[in-house]
C-alpha cells in the first residue's frame, strides 16, 4: 500500500544561467517519494500568476497530487537565483516575499496532516511568522504513527536557533549536511568537535530516532540509538547538485518506513542523491529505464 508522504514548505522556481526548473524541498522530495512508489503530496502555496500555474501543471506532470497547494492572489510564486560554480555545487539568491511565506492553517491542511504518514519540513519555509506557526501546528496535527523528518536546508540568514530547536524538538528524525552540523552545534553554544559526537548529542538532546548527516559525494552518517552506519557515496559525473539533498532524503524516508536496516538506508538514500546529482535539475525524469534499473547503474 502506498504511503501519503507530505512535503511541507517551499515551491518555487530555480532560475539557473541557461533555464529555470520546478524547485523547493517539498516538491523535489515529494517528486523522489513519487517515483519511489509512495503517494507524494505537496503541501505549498504559489501565487495567482503564470508562474503558479506553471508550477502546478508541472507538478502534476510528474505525478504529484497537488490538491493541497494553496493560491495566493496578494503574493508572487517563489524564485530563487540559482549559480553553480565549475564543481556544479549551487548557491541560492531567494525572493521574499514569496506565497510560501503565507500558508495558510485550514481544515483541509489540518485533514491531510492527520492522515499522513510521513511529513517533511525544513528550516527556509519558517523564515517568516506566518508560515512558520502553520508548519508548527501541521505537525503537531499529524497522528502519532506519523515518521516527522526535519531537513534543515539553512539557506542565506533565514534561520535562527529557535526555529532550530522547535523544529528538531517535533522531528522524529534530523537530517543536516557536514557545513550545516556546525552551525547548529554553534547555535545551541556547544563546541563541534566530530560529527559523531554532535550527531549523538542531538539525538540525545532532542530524542531523536536518527540523525543523518550527508557529506555530498563523500557520503552520509547515520546515528540510532547505540547504532552508526557509514557509507562513502557513490562517484558519478555532477550536472548540479540541486535536489541531490532532497532525493537523498526522499530515499532514507522510504526505507525507513519499510523497516530497513541502518545500512540499507544510507545505501538506497545514497543512490538516490547521486542519481539527481548526475541530472540536470531537482526533478528528473525516467526515460525508459524503470528507477530500480537506473539506479543500479549507480556506482
Known sequence: MKKKVVGLGEVLWDVLPERKCLGGAPANFSYIATLMGDEGIVASRVGEDSLGVEALCRMRELGLTIDHVQKDRNHAT??????????????YQIAHPAAWDFLEWTAEWRGLAAQADAVCFGSLAQRDEESRSTIRRFVEAAAPTAVVIFDANLRQS???????????????????????????????????????????????TYQLEMVCITRGGRGSLLLRGGEASEHSGF?????????????????????????????????????????????????????????????????
Not at 517563489?78 to 564543481?87: I, P
Request: no cysteine.
Open 158 to 204: 533565514y534561520y535562527s536557533r529557535e526555529v532550530l530547536a522547535e523544529s528538531m524538538s517535533l522531528a522524529d528524525i534530523v537530517k543536516l549536511n557536514d557545513e550545516e552540523l556546525p552551525k547548529v552545534m554553534t547555535s545551541h553554544g556547544i563546541s563541534h568537535e566530530n560529527e559523531q559526537a554532535s550527531a549523538q548529542w542531538l539525538l540525545g
Open 235 to 299: 562517484r558519478v559525473r555532477v550536472a548540479d547538485t540541486v535536489g541531490s539533498g532532497d532525493a537523498f532524503t526522499a530515499g532514507l524516508m522510504h526505507q525507513y518506513m519499510q523497516g530497513a536496516p541502518l545500512d540499507r538506508m544510507n545505501e538506497v538514500a545514497n543512490r538516490m542523491g547521486a542519481w539527481v546529482a548526475s541530472k540536470v535539475g531537482a526533478t528528473p525524469t525516467l526515460k525508459g529505464d524503470s528507477l530500480k534499473e537506473l539506479l543500479a547503474q549507480i556506482g
Open 78 to 91: 517563489g524564485t530563487v537565483n540559482v549559480e553553480l560554480d565549475s564543481a556544479g555545487l549551487a548557491r
